[in-house]
T-cell receptor, first 112, second 110 residues
């Protein structure tokens, strides 16, 4: 399977815990994006990487959120001191140009 | 503010019918749109795109129409099948991201 992969697919955590998600983009794609999606809504942009550089961050990305793409390949999204409002689907996408993005299956986070 | 939005939250059709999903946008400078399909538990999947120099674009069983005068686009699915049941989003690429509307859920009954 050469698509975008995300791990884990599901994560249940207690409020206050830290969580980390991983995204492996399509190998030849230099652009990587993170989105958050809540029930009944479209995905909302969180952050964008071109190679290893984080070029754009949404105001949705509070100080508790941090994303990295250290070698320009896989990326991690960490949420510190999780809150119940962080419960959502976290989607990763990749592309090689502006426009069409290829999405992974998402990581569903539930904060109890 | 600028936005991409949808008219109907849910559309129910019978198998074999044609489906039409609508989307309105507010930025008259928008020049590129993408339709995505999202099945339950999965990430969005590209269906078809259209640039503003076109009024119509056809794919396999899908057609997208763009009316720049009224800032409206639609996705038409011919001979809708149960496998078409999903949430459909129109999205507008900007410099760094895609801006999605709320989505329309398509329910196909056998």
């Amino acid at each position: 399977d050469t698509g975008v992969s995300q791990n884990p697919r599901h994560k249940i955590t207690k409020r206050g815990q830290n969580v980390t998600f991983r995204c492996d983009p399509i190998s030849e794609h230099n652009r990587l994006y993170w989105y958050r999606q809540t029930l009944g809504q479209g995905p909302e942009f969180l952050t964008y990487f071109q190679n290893e550089a984080q070029l754009e961050k949404s105001r949705l990305l509070s100080d508790r959120f941090s994303a990295e793409r250290p070698k320009g390949s896989f990326s991690t999204l960490e949420i510190q001191r999780t809150e119940q409002g962080d419960s959502a689907m976290y989607l990763c996408a990749s592309s090689f140009r502006e426009g069409e993005q290829f999405f992974g299956p998402g990581t569903r986070l539930t904060v109890l | 503010g600028e936005s991409v939005g949808l008219h109907l939250p849910t559309l129910s059709v019978q198998e074999g019918d044609n489906s039409i999903i609508n989307c309105a946008y507010s930025n008259s400078a928008s020049d590129y749109f993408i339709w995505y399909k999202q099945e339950s538990g999965k990430g969005p999947q590209f269906i078809i795109d259209i640039r503003s120099n076109m009024d119509k674009r056809q794919g396999q069983r899908v057609t997208v129409l763009l009316n720049k005068t009224v800032k409206h686009l639609s996705l038409q699915i011919a001979a809708t099948q149960p496998g078409d049941s999903a949430v459909y989003f129109c999205a507008e690429p900007t410099l760094y991201t895609l801006t999605f509307g709320k989505g329309t859920m398509l329910l196909v009954s056998p």
